[in-house]
Nanobody
Framework: QVQFVESGGGLVEPGGSLRLSCATSGFTFSNYDMMWHRQRPGGERELVASIANSGIATKYADSVKGRFTISKDDDKNTAYLQMHSLQPEDTAVYYC?????????????WGQGTQVTVSS
């Protein structure tokens, strides 16, 4: 059974940083491209960042480019999203999934996500 367990969210002031983690199980992590999506209040789920299974190629939404960094650790079966210079518009529930880089296609059912709230 495929599982994604996102963690690391919380309340942060504008300009702050957070590091999200996505622990995975149930599939061969090293063989898959990984992605982070987010769903802002009242909005649809949108792709934020993705990384090829090699861990070398990455792609970002224009809104987060230069502020967010996606990475993966094949030994730990875990994906990460380092977020800097957070702004109120980054407030959302963040989800990870395996998918088809560099498209928005995701393969598995979504986990619970982790809430990120940016507010002073």
């Amino acid at each position: 059974q495929v599982q994604f367990v996102e963690s690391g969210g919380g309340l942060v002031e504008p300009g702050g940083s957070l590091r999200l983690s996505c622990a995975t199980s149930g599939f061969t992590f090293s063989n898959y491209d990984m992605m982070w999506h987010r769903q802002r209040p009242g909005g649809e789920r949108e792709l934020v960042a993705s990384i090829a299974n090699s861990g070398i190629a990455t792609k970002y939404a224009d809104s987060v480019k230069g502020r967010f960094t996606i990475s993966k650790d094949d030994d730990k079966n875990t994906a990460y999203l380092q977020m800097h210079s957070l702004q109120p518009e980054d407030t959302a529930v963040y989800y990870c999934n395996a998918g088809s880089y560099p498209t928005t296609l995701s393969y598995f059912p979504w986990g619970q996500g982790t809430q990120v709230t940016v507010s002073s």
